[in-house]
């Protein structure tokens, strides 16, 4: 971790971390926010689902299709982030072995410190 003024930040390298298939590595958690790490083999999905907050998926490492129920489709790999609304239903589905980072309620943390600043 390193310190940067009186703020503590932390850092990791995901694509070091030792992950197991479909089981979360949660990275940091608060009342209003998390961001984990998740590792879905090839040909196997993350079946429909929805967070509370807005959330932010970024594509670590293979390729993934992510489709929602509307019908919407996006594709892509390492770099392809996705940003859902709060509430909003998606599946992600591992055209290769993905390692995928989620991150969610960050605006929302984000508008608090802002607002007690």
Do not use: Y
Request: charged share 25%.
């Amino acid at each position: 971790m390193l310190r940067s003024g009186a703020e503590l930040v932390n850092s990791w390298d995901v694509r070091a971390l030792d992950l197991r298939p479909h089981s979360p590595e949660i990275l940091s958690t608060t009342d209003d926010a998390r961001a984990i790490v998740l590792e879905i083999p090839a040909g196997e999905s993350l079946q429909d689902h929805q967070v509370h907050e807005r959330a932010w998926v970024t594509v670590i490492d293979g390729e993934v299709e992510i489709t929602t129920p509307g019908g919407e489709k996006v594709a892509g790999g390492p770099g392809l982030m996705v940003e859902f609304a709060p509430g909003e239903r998606h599946a992600v589905f591992a055209r290769s072995t993905a390692t995928l980072e989620d991150k969610a309620g960050a605006t929302d943390r984000a508008a608090e410190r802002r607002a007690s600043s």
